[in-house]
Antibody, heavy 121, light 108 residues
Framework: EVQLLESGGGLVQPGGSLGLSCAASGFTFSGYAMNWVRQAPGKGLEWVSTISYSGDSTYYADSVKGRFTISRDNSKNTLYLHMNSLRAEDTAVYYC??????????????WGQGALVTVSS | EIVLTQSPGTLSLSPGERATLSCRASQSVGYSYLAWYQQKPGQAPRLLFYGASSRATGIPDRFSGSGSGTDFTLTISRLEPEDFAVYYCQQYGSSPRTFGQGTRVEVK
């Protein structure tokens, strides 16, 4: 059974930094691209970032480019998202999502339960 | 960027009724690379369909997906109580991947 467990969410002040982790199990983690997708309170879904299976390629939404960094440790089956210069509009539940593809970004096959990030003073 | 517009915004129906949800793209979605997700309150989204019409593992056959080009449809033939939720379409034919704004299916 595929399991994705996010951690690291919380309250941070505007301009601050925060890191999220996603522990994966139930599949060959090193074989798949991985993603972060977020959902602001009461709003729809927004793709945030993708990393290839090897970690060599990363992709970002324009709204977070230059502020967020996605990474992975295939030896620990863990995905990360480091967020800098946080803004109020970054407040959202952040979901870790397994891609259906090994290389080309595809659809989001499995999702974690989400981690809430609140940016507020 | 491909913009996906879902309609209606809210669908009020009774259990046993048929639900038809629309997802229209601002430009053609290559290879019908369109997925549908279901999200219940307080839960993560769940994949229903990919490739417009390929059912994901464990999805009941009362759900069906269809369409190509710019027009896609999710149909629930007979609504069960557990089907009342928000449904999102998502295209992965071009970058960046984008979602529709969602259709809420609520109990009438």
């Amino acid at each position: 059974e595929v399991q994705l467990l996010e951690s690291g969410g919380g309250l941070v002040q505007p301009g601050g930094s925060l890191g999220l982790s996603c522990a994966a199990s139930g599949f060959t983690f090193s074989g798949y691209a991985m993603n972060w997708v977020r959902q602001a309170p009461g709003k729809g879904l927004e793709w945030v970032s993708t990393i290839s299976y090897s970690g060599d390629s990363t992709y970002y939404a324009d709204s977070v480019k230059g502020r967020f960094t996605i990474s992975r440790d295939n030896s620990k089956n863990t995905l990360y998202l480091h967020m800098n210069s946080l803004r109020a509009e970054d407040t959202a539940v952040y979901y870790c999502a397994k891609d259906a593809s090994t290389v080309r970004p595809y659809f989001f096959e499995y999702w974690g339960q989400g981690a809430l990030v609140t940016v507020s003073s | 960027e491909i913009v996906l517009t879902q309609s209606p915004g809210t669908l009020s129906l009774s259990p046993g009724e048929r639900a038809t949800l629309s997802c229209r793209a601002s430009q053609s979605v290559g290879y019908s690379y369109l997925a549908w997700y279901q999200q219940k309150p307080g839960q993560a989204p769940r994949l229903l369909f990919y490739g417009a019409s390929s059912r994901a593992t464990g999805i009941p056959d009362r759900f069906s997906g269809s369409g190509s080009g710019t027009d896609f449809t999710l149909t629930i033939s007979r609504l069960e109580p557990e089907d009342f939720a928000v449904y999102y379409c998502q295209q992965y034919g071009s970058s960046p991947r984008t979602f529709g704004q969602g259709t809420r299916v609520e109990v009438k």
